[in-house]
């Protein structure tokens, strides 16, 4: 399957959508969209989850290397609306406790409080 990634600029913040399976083969393209957005100073980012129906391992690290990069910039990674097989894959990782995740965009853009595991 293939994955789709369309960033949207809501003030500081950027939407990164996502929709497909985010694994080994369409990692990259992901990856390459969040290097591009970093070496124009975007370091404030909102991963919509919403239409992403797998995540591996390297989906993973992928958001791992995110964070880590706008930590460094002083910006922020939060996820937002993953479904329920991908939050589960978040949550069993630890990796939910890491990546701020949020049940909706509108949430996370905003930085409301309420994780998406409560």
Not at 1 to 25: C, F, K
Not at 90 to 113: F, R
């Amino acid at each position: 399957m293939s994955l789709t990634v369309h960033t949207e600029q809501r003030g500081d913040v950027d939407v990164v959508s996502v929709a497909g399976e985010l694994d080994m083969a369409t990692a990259p393209q992901l990856q390459d969209q969040i290097t591009d957005l970093l070496d124009k100073g975007r370091s404030r980012l909102v991963f919509d989850l919403a239409d992403v129906s797998f995540c591996d391992s390297t989906g993973l690290s992928v958001f791992v290397r995110a964070k880590n990069s706008c930590d460094e910039a002083g910006g922020v990674v939060r996820l937002a609306a993953p479904q329920r097989g991908v939050l589960r894959i978040l949550e069993v990782s630890g990796l939910v406790e890491v990546l701020h995740t949020y049940p909706t965009v509108e949430q996370a853009v905003a930085g409301d409080p309420t994780p998406a595991s409560s």
